[in-house]
């Protein structure tokens, strides 16, 4: 594991870190809306990273802009829009110096990702993506399911005081437990130790609220059905946030793309998850898989 470092992506800082040899495939992890890379744990960087040994990836987490330690906005006041944010997740492989990696994504991550694959499908090797929906709608629309209403009650309750650390810690436990979807024991303590250490290293906890305030400047993409890179859908059967319908519906938008269903997953990358999600990704990014020579 390398340490974390400052890159300049688009005229912005933000902070990345990498796992594993730069010699082998790069994979970028693309965390969800209001998210830093914390949430993509460090012994599942390192696992993906070590998986197979000599098969291994060089693995890139960043946090986006108003998480973690990345450039902040004044709250309320976000200066860039969805838009930016899909351009970032290039830029971090610029500052890395590659060209083209594998594109991993989870929930608004994976929205991102698509939009990356669309707008520069020369630097995209292979897209997973998780707990997520079509980040472009298909052309004969889907009538897809919303958020189960427990989500939806704990959207419209008021939120935390973002000026009390412990009111946002409580805050985001409430909000991880209910992301899980129920089929397991949740796993409070490690949740906790994570919540308390992603709100420390913060620059600006409150900032990350500007993720809910992005629109996508208005651009004509061509439709998901374009998309000619190799895809696999990993999505939870009890995720809340996006039912399974929207994993099944992005399957069969993208030609080729393959669907794994997590029967008691939630929606995020979950420990329980950890062993499958790993290999999964690894057998995707294989040269066979990813149709590299």
Same mark, same amino acid.
């Given at each position: ?98 060209? %083209?990696?594998? $594109?991993?994504?989870? +929930?608004?991550?994976? !929205?991102? /990702?698509?939009?990356?694959?669309? @707008?520069? *499908?020369?630097? %995209?090797?292979? $897209?997973?993506?998780? +707990?997520?929906?079509? !980040?472009? /709608?298909?052309?004969?629309?889907? @009538?897809? *399911?919303?958020? %189960? ?145």
């Amino acid at each position: 594991m390398m340490a974390e470092r400052m890159i300049t992506v688009r005229g912005v800082q933000l902070c990345a870190e990498s796992f594993g040899d730069p010699g082998r495939p790069p994979v970028l992890l693309i965390m969800g809306n209001g998210a830093s890379m914390m949430w993509w744990e460090d012994d599942f960087c390192r696992g993906l990273a070590a998986e197979g040994m000599a098969n291994g990836r060089f693995v890139i987490r960043y946090d986006h802009r108003d998480t973690g330690r990345s450039v902040v906005y004044e709250p309320g006041h976000p200066g860039y829009d969805a838009g930016d944010l899909a351009e970032d997740a290039a830029g971090v492989l610029d500052a890395f110096g590659i060209q %083209t990696a594998h $594109l991993v994504g989870v +929930s608004a991550g994976g !929205a991102l /990702a698509q939009l990356v694959a669309l @707008d520069h *499908p020369d630097r %995209t090797s292979s $897209l997973t993506l998780i +707990s997520t929906t079509l !980040a472009v /709608a298909a052309p004969e629309g889907h @009538d897809l *399911p919303g958020p %189960t209403g427990e989500f939806r009650d704990f959207l419209r309750a008021s939120g935390p005081d973002w000026a009390d650390r412990d009111s946002v810690v409580a805050y985001l436990m409430r909000y991880t437990e209910i992301l899980a979807g129920g089929r397991r024991a949740f796993e409070e303590r490690e949740v906790r130790r994570l919540v308390e250490a992603d709100v420390l290293r913060a620059r600006s906890p409150a900032s990350a609220q500007n993720h809910d305030l992005l629109e996508e400047t208005p651009r004509a993409r061509p439709p998901l059905t374009s998309l000619r890179v190799p895809t696999l859908v990993v999505h939870g059967a009890a995720d809340p946030m996006f039912p399974l319908a929207h994993g099944r519906a992005l399957a069969e938008q993208i030609p080729g793309a393959r669907l794994l269903v997590l029967p008691d997953a939630g929606h995020g990358v979950d420990r329980a998850d950890w062993p499958v999600l790993i290999a999964a990704i690894h057998d995707h990014t294989t040269s066979r898989a990813a149709g590299e020579p």
